[in-house]
């Protein structure tokens, strides 16, 4: 991401949300605030982005054909929609089993899970980089929106400061449970980093408290294996946040159980696939190397999904 702007990445997440609501007849994830939250100008900036095939040179200009935008379905609603409906479905779960709770949403962007909360019992904590998250303040305020009183937002310079340091300095109580979403993250980070990560955040939950999140397997990366992950994995680049090489299922699992976490969902890409695209008018198809897995601390199970 480059200083001082809100992250491309963000906004990209946010206007598959939004163009997957405004355009497609079959919802996997409803975000009804998603266009009103990054405004126009950013969603046709993000339109001519994708239409281009990701080229950051993409003309200034109209859109063309402004209710089409196939690549938007091809490369990238399969993950962003999938985990963001994996994520918020096993929240609902976990909040019912559990009553007051907290959400933290690592690498939050754009996201308007607190404005569309509808349960006081769920305290959201999104935690970004400063100027994603001034980037997403200056919008609320240009909306008159606000914020809500169980909504806390936490800016963290990842290079600079410590995510639980500034997580715990901003009211996140360790005995309250947990859900933990790092949507998108895994992308970039190897495995040791990853697994630094799940420390930190194991360190933070108290038993049964749960982390979300998806993984690309060690294949993904492979020349030949996938055109839409090679895609994806050159236009990242192209913006300074290179992929790293996936991760294999076996070395996730041991990795977890070296945090004092387990599995306790595991979809493969069929059983995405199956779940969520199953019959879709959009023709929208999972990703061969995309996994999605939520953990439980400590063997305690914290919900009753199966």
């Known amino acids: 991401m480059l200083e001082g702007t809100a992250s491309v990445t963000a906004k990209l997440c946010s206007f598959v949300r939004a163009y997957h609501c405004g355009h497609d007849r079959q919802r996997v994830f409803d975000d009804f605030l998603a266009r009103d939250l990054m405004g126009d100008a950013d969603y046709r900036e993000m339109q001519r982005l994708v239409q281009g095939e990701f080229s950051i040179d993409c003309p200034e200009g109209p859109c063309s054909t402004y209710d089409t935008c196939p690549a938007a379905r091809y490369y990238l609603s399969p993950i962003l929609l999938g985990r963001a409906a994996f994520a918020e479905d096993l929240l609902q779960q976990f909040a019912q089993s559990n009553g007051t709770c907290q959400y933290v949403i690592c690498g939050a962007g754009l996201d308007t899970f607190f404005l569309r909360?509808?349960?006081?019992?769920?305290?959201?904590?999104?935690?970004?980089?400063?100027?994603?998250?001034?980037?997403?303040?200056?919008?609320?305020?240009?909306?008159?929106?606000?914020?809500?009183?169980?909504?806390?937002?936490?800016?963290?310079?990842?290079?600079?400061?410590?995510?639980?340091?500034?997580?715990?300095?901003?009211?996140?109580?360790?005995?309250?449970?947990?859900?933990?979403?790092?949507?998108?993250?895994?992308?970039?980070?190897?495995?040791?980093?990853?697994?630094?990560?799940?420390?930190?955040?194991?360190?933070?939950?108290?038993?049964?408290?749960?982390?979300c999140f998806d993984f690309p397997d060690q294949s993904s990366l492979t020349s030949g294996y996938s055109d839409r992950i090679e895609r994806l994995a050159h236009f990242a680049e192209k913006l300074g946040e290179p992929m790293a090489g996936g991760y294999q299922l076996a070395d996730v699992a041991a990795l977890l159980k070296r945090c004092d976490m387990s599995i306790d969902t595991y979809m493969a890409p069929a059983a995405i696939q199956s779940k969520y695209f199953e019959g879709s008018p959009s023709n929208l198809k999972a990703y061969e190397s995309i996994h999605f897995i939520s953990t439980v601390k400590d063997g305690v199970r914290a919900y009753g999904m199966q």
């Open 117 to 211: 909360n509808a349960d006081s019992n769920i305290r959201v904590f999104e935690i970004d980089h400063p100027d994603t998250g001034n980037y997403k303040m200056d919008r609320l305020e240009t909306l008159g929106w606000g914020t809500q009183a169980n909504a806390t937002f936490v800016s963290v310079d990842f290079n600079r400061e410590s995510l639980s340091e500034r997580l715990l300095e901003s009211g996140f109580d360790p005995s309250v449970p947990s859900f933990f979403a790092l949507l998108g993250v895994t992308y970039y980070l190897d495995l040791p980093v990853f697994e630094r990560t799940c420390r930190d955040i194991a360190g933070l939950q108290c038993p049964g408290s749960v982390l």
